[in-house]
């Protein structure tokens, strides 16, 4: 568990140099521990570090996995998601990130109606078109937005995409600039929504998020060190 907090240091410095270097302030900058596979105990670890937002990619492990965790934090569904799994989704999660069409975010309205409660969503953005991933379309999404914001037991915070997988950094970070232009369309089409969330980033290529506005770095490998086999 040592490894975890020498981890998190080496992350703040880093995450610090990026964001002075794109003439921004640290403090706007929060890392979800992403603990796909990790054991509750290292959860714990990192939350003892001081970092309070933990992403999980599936609702089962999720499920399996949050009463053994003891510290406070926020959780955060960063996984594609069932409509089937919607109502376990709203049970355990603060906020999901993935929401890329209205039929799963009416499941999900739906859901939290019952439940009682207001949930936080991001919308997921295909912003490499490569077919592999999940996300909305950047053309669809002023219609999907306007579906949302009508959604009453759902609250729309901002935007997630998952950078382009390549070896040029050029093309990495346009499609984080791609979600920070798209977001300041929408806020200007729809200005009652705080869409002061941006999602982009993960171990290997979050300073490149943080140069185009990424408000929410997703980082495991690079906190928890590599995967077990």
Do not use: Y
């Amino acid at each position: 568990m040592d490894a975890i907090r020498a981890n998190w240091h080496a992350l703040q410095e880093r995450i610090t140099r990026a964001a002075l270097a794109a003439g921004r302030a640290p403090e706007e900058i929060e890392v979800v521990a992403v603990t796909k596979t990790r054991t509750p105990r290292e959860v714990e670890a990192a939350l003892d570090c001081g970092l309070r937002l933990v992403g999980e990619n599936r609702v089962q492990e999720a499920a399996g996995k949050k009463d053994q965790v003891r510290l406070p934090a926020r959780w955060h569904l960063i996984g594609h998601l069932q409509s089937n799994k919607a109502a376990k989704a709203v049970e355990l999660f603060d906020l999901v990130e993935s929401v890329d069409q209205f039929r799963l975010a009416a499941e999900l309205d739906r859901r939290a109606g019952q439940a009682g409660r207001i949930l936080d969503i991001l919308i997921q953005v295909n912003t490499s078109g490569a077919p592999q991933q999940s996300g909305a379309a950047p053309e669809q999404l002023p219609e999907l937005a306007a579906q949302l914001v009508a959604l009453p037991h759902l609250r729309l915070r901002g935007l997630m995409t998952i950078g382009a997988l390549s070896p040029e950094e050029g093309v990495v970070r346009a499609s984080f600039s791609q979600l920070r232009q798209r977001r300041d369309q929408l806020a200007s089409q729809f200005p009652q929504v705080d869409w002061g969330l941006l999602s982009m980033g993960m171990s290997g290529d979050f300073e490149l998020a943080i140069a185009e506005g990424s408000t929410l770095l997703r980082l495991g490998t690079a906190l928890f060190g590599a995967r077990q086999a």
